[in-house]
């Protein structure tokens, strides 16, 4: 068998993948092996951009050679103003150039996210420290008021007027920070 | 220079500790990918902006005091020679990407080599955590803290409803790849593990290994790692690996139990000619040092070799990839000349085993 990468020499290794019950299968020289990095186990690259490139590839809507003006130009307008990386690129090499992509795809992402990441588009994890602060703050304003909704409904309104005062005092804060 | 301390130059100091079940789990691992919000991503971005990011971690990390960690020594791709370059991939604390990227790639390394973080490498910062034995839960939280320290000092890309942005979409959201390096020679050999796989897909985890001819992985090792960054808790994908980590050291203790029951002489044949072609063979291939390693470390690991320390295998693995045989003989080899430096390095790793 020749190796599927530079199609000269012998394939030596026989590489499979199972990603969520799909199988593929890699057949390499081991110099092209060496070259991709992925013949030391630990290493991660290669496969999942060979996977990501044939994914997004289905996910183009632009790929088919039929293409009417409108679409054309819809495709021209997809184009990051932080970096310049355009929808186009972005589907053909697999990756964002830039924070500010994220924006500018925005609308197209929700797919492609579900299909990599088993159905999710949202984050649900960490939030950083610093920088999220006001986001944990709004997190503990929206608590604290769906406790004090339960609290004036059991007519506990001592307890209720603290908590008010308390969600008065984290507004006050972050209006001061936005003020700076 | 000596065997002796070649080795302790080669050998990361957090690879010395042996963790726990490490008669299964080789290293656990995870990293954590970071962005800065305004510049553009390693792929795209010029020279100068990728410098920039350069200067600034000199300026806010390179020779810092960590609580955990201690002093992080910055070292640049453009500063090192090939073969140092080549030792840093085959300790893992590098990727072969960035040791190709020569004009602003960089690694921040902790003390004890346990913490790497990548420059400029697909991501603006790789953190990554590696300990050995099975401890997730610890390599989560040292990545953790060590994100939590460079956040104090640099704004990281985040979005509320993507989480961390990544140049990848396979790493948006938590940003978190986390890894364990098993070895599952019974479950191998007892032809178990093509059954199990399947199941591990179905959860969403893959599962790598290097296939040579036939179906065995090199050395019998696997990395499984999760494939979902995105819209789960850090804790969650951590969790969820562990637990199917734990499970598959059950079934390879049980293959080993069932080995030793069925067929003894058959298993301790297997392991004693792989001990006695490692202790006196002149030249050896890696695949096939890979394949012996995996025997003798077996047979450790069950008792049935008792006068050879475990983690040898994890040791030689390193020592007898390319860059170390090269750095070991002070000279690039040709691929033969290597096929003998690296019997001669186990020969001699072996001796100073029974010596001790
Ligand atoms: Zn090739
Ligand atoms: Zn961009």
Not at chain 2, 92 to 109: F, M, Q, Y
Not at chain 2, 139 to 149: I, K, T
Not at chain 2, 283 to 304: C, F, Q
Request: net charge negative; hydrophobic share 35%; charged share 30%.
């Amino acid at each position: 068998m020749l190796c599927q990468e530079c199609q000269s020499k012998q394939a030596s290794l026989h590489f499979t993948k199972i990603i969520n019950g799909e199988k593929t299968e890699f057949h390499i020289c081991e110099t092209c092996a060496k070259d991709k990095g992925d013949y030391i186990p630990g290493s991660n690259s290669f496969s999942i951009h060979q996977l990501l490139s044939g994914l997004l590839d289905t996910e183009q809507p632009f790929s088919t050679t039929k293409e009417s003006p409108s679409l054309k130009t819809q495709r021209e307008e997809l184009t990051c103003k932080n970096c310049g990386l355009t929808y186009q690129q972005f589907a053909e090499i697999g990756r964002f150039g830039c924070a500010e992509c994220y924006r500018t795809f925005d609308e197209k992402l929700d797919p492609i996210f579900r299909r990599i990441h088993g159905g999710n588009a949202e984050h649900a994890g960490k939030i950083p420290k610093r920088k999220g602060k006001d986001l944990h703050v709004h997190r503990e304003i929206e608590n604290l008021r769906s406790t004090l909704k339960t609290q004036i409904e059991n007519e506990e309104f001592e307890q209720a007027a603290k908590i008010r005062d308390k969600i008065r005092s984290l507004k006050n804060n972050l209006q001061e920070k936005e003020g700076d | 220079m000596s065997i002796e301390s070649f080795m302790n130059d080669a050998i990361s100091p957090w690879m010395k500790n042996e963790g726990p079940e490490s008669d299964i789990v080789i290293s656990s691992r995870v990293r954590l990918a970071r962005n800065l919000q305004h510049i553009p991503y390693p792929i795209i971005a010029k020279e100068n902006q990728l410098g920039e990011i350069i200067s600034q971690v000199k300026e806010k990390y390179a020779g810092q005091n960590h609580i955990k960690f201690g002093v992080l020594e910055l070292l640049q791709m453009n500063e090192l020679k090939e073969n140092e370059k080549r030792v840093l991939v085959e300790k893992h604390l590098i990727s072969p990407n960035l040791s190709r990227e020569t004009k602003a790639g960089a690694v921040l390394l902790s003390e004890d080599e346990s913490l790497s973080i990548m420059v400029n490498e697909e991501d603006h910062f790789r953190i990554q955590c590696l300990l050995s034995g099975f401890q997730l839960d610890e390599s989560l939280r040292y990545a953790n803290d060590m994100d939590d320290w460079m956040e104090e000092k640099l704004d990281f890309a985040f979005d509320e409803k993507r989480g961390y942005l990544t140049s990848c979409p396979t790493n948006v959201g938590t940003g978190l790849r986390s890894s364990v390096m098993m070895h599952l020679p019974a479950l191998v050999l007892t032809k178990k593990f093509n059954r199990i796989l399947p199941a591990i897909n179905q959860l969403g985890l893959v599962v790598r290994g290097i296939y040579g001819e036939g179906s065995e992985a090199q050395g019998n090792l696997f990395q499984i790692s999760n494939q979902t960054t995105l819209g789960k808790k850090e804790q969650d994908i951590v969790e969820d690996l562990r637990s199917v980590v734990s499970q598959l050291i059950q079934h390879e203790r049980a293959a080993r139990e069932s080995l030793l029951q069925q067929s003894q002489i058959l298993l301790e044949d297997r392991i004693y000619r792989s001990y006695g072609i490692l202790a006196y063979s002149r030249r050896i291939e890696s695949k096939e040092a890979m394949k012996r390693l995996s025997d003798v470390r077996l047979g450790i690991d069950m008792g049935l070799i008792k006068d050879v320390k475990g983690n040898i295998l994890n040791e030689l693995m390193i020592l007898t990839q390319p860059g170390f045989l090269q750095q070991y003989a002070g000279e690039a080899l040709l691929s033969e000349d290597r096929d003998q430096r690296r019997a001669a390095l186990i020969r001699e790793r072996l001796k100073l085993e029974l010596a001790d």
